[in-house]
């Protein structure tokens, strides 16, 4: 029997990266998965890939319209939730006196307050008991040069969870974040320069980043009954990095 069995995840961002390596290794362990992203055709690979308990909702985390919808589908196929993972976000690298409003608003606009309006609105279809998690980063808890505003951004979501693990005390549900290192995902591809991906590879023990893979199994313990006492955790996966 698989950790997740029955259960219902929703995963915003699940079109590709980590957050697809977790949507499929969910249903490998018995779950049913809504994925979430912006482009149809990477939602239509994606779903491909998992294969089977998978339905994609193309919408923007970060629109209130997109954000309904997505949850008016979940209610109409499957009427509740017990998991959600909070994963779409956005970062470039811009170091202060060169930060704009743009790059503030669009950075505040999807981690902070996209990640806000995905968990209340998924609130009325949680079933009790059920596990909350956000995809923070690493970023927000060091000091890396030209990161500042989406380290920040980022910051938010564990003052978020503490707050609302305590308003949901009643109802059993858990708010975690999970912090992510350097993974190699798409997203990597696209924002590091060859420089940075070394200044990062050499900050970590093991001297190579992690793979999508590695924060499958992370969100699978944080989804899973196995941190039925994990509340309101930042658990770092980044192989060592910002303990050093
Ligand atoms: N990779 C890293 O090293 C790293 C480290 C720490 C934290 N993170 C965080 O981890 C998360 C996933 O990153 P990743 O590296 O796995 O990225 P990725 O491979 O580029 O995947 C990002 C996913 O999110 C979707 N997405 C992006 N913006 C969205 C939006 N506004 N609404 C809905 N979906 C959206 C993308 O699809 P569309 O483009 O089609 O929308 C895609 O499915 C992000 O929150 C990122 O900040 C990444």
């Known amino acids: 029997m698989g950790k997740l069995e029955g259960k219902v995840a929703v995963i915003t961002g699940g ?22 992203g912006r482009r149809q055709e990477a939602i239509d690979e994606a779903v491909r890939l998992i294969g089977r308990n998978v339905t994609g909702v193309r919408g923007d985390a970060a629109n209130l319209d997109d954000l309904d919808r997505l949850f008016a589908t ?26 704009t409003e743009q790059h503030f608003d669009a950075a505040f606009n999807l981690n902070a307050r996209g ?30 040069p030209g990161y500042s505003v989406y380290a920040a951004s980022k910051a938010t979501l564990h003052a978020f969870a503490r707050g609302w693990l305590n308003e949901l005390k009643g109802r059993n549900i858990r708010v975690n974040v999970l912090h992510p290192g350097p993974i190699a995902t798409p997203m990597q591809d696209k924002v590091l320069t060859p420089e940075a991906k070394q200044m990062f590879e050499s900050a970590i023990p093991r001297g190579k980043m992690g793979r999508p893979e590695e924060i499958a199994a992370a969100a699978l313990f944080l989804a899973s009954d196995d941190s039925s006492f994990v509340n309101g955790l930042e658990l770092s996966v980044d192989g060592g990095l910002s303990a050093i």
């Open 15 to 36: 079109s590709s990266g980590m957050a697809l390596a977790s949507a499929m290794r969910f249903v490998e362990e018995g779950a049913y998965v809504f994925i979430t």
């Open 115 to 144: 990640t806000l309006f995905t968990v209340q609105k998924a609130l009325p279809l949680f079933n009790d008991g059920g596990s909350i998690f956000m995809t923070g980063s690493v970023a927000a808890l060091k000091g890396y």
């Open 74 to 99: 979940v209610k109409r196929e499957k009427g509740r939730i017990d998991i959600l993972y909070a994963s779409a976000g956005m970062g470039e690298a811009v170091p202060l006196g060169e930060i």
